[in-house]
């Protein structure tokens, strides 16, 4: 028995872990589609990918999970150009893509 106490302590930290990373990929989505909308681009493939992933140390020094995100846009349907936004847990502390066209 103590083996499936174990199986089920690792499944239950896999499917965290998991849930965790579609939260931050949906988010990170909905900021990119925010973006192109106010920058007046394209986002293409309707998506957005993992990058890169690490261990960084937050302000009440928990450990938490800093994930890069790469999304595409387009200006004119033709061109394809590559943006980016880093989230820390759900707060976006980096970004470089497309710029509301007010600025």
């Given at each position: 028995?103590?083996?499936?106490?174990?199986?089920?302590?690792?499944?239950?930290v896999?499917?965290a872990?998991?849930?965790?990373g579609?939260g931050?990929a949906e988010?990170?989505?909905?900021?990119?589609?925010?973006?192109?909308?106010?920058?007046g681009?394209?986002l293409?493939?309707?998506?957005v990918?993992?990058?890169?992933?690490?261990?960084?140390r937050?302000?009440?020094g928990?450990?938490?999970?800093?994930?890069t995100?790469?999304?595409?846009?387009?200006?004119d349907?033709?061109?394809?150009?590559?943006?980016?936004?880093?989230l820390?847990?759900?707060?976006?502390?980096?970004?470089?893509?497309?710029?509301?066209?007010?600025?």
């Open positions: 028995m103590p083996t499936m106490l174990i199986v089920m302590i690792v499944g239950s896999a499917f872990f998991w849930s965790a579609r931050a988010r990170a989505e909905v900021l990119g589609r925010e973006a192109c909308s106010a920058a681009v394209q293409l493939d309707q998506t990918h993992v990058m890169r992933m690490r261990l960084y937050g302000e009440d928990w450990l938490g999970w800093e994930r995100f790469r999304f595409d846009y387009s200006r349907g033709e061109d394809r150009h590559v943006g980016r936004l880093v820390r847990g759900g707060r976006m502390v980096s970004f470089a893509g497309p710029v509301d066209q007010a600025t």
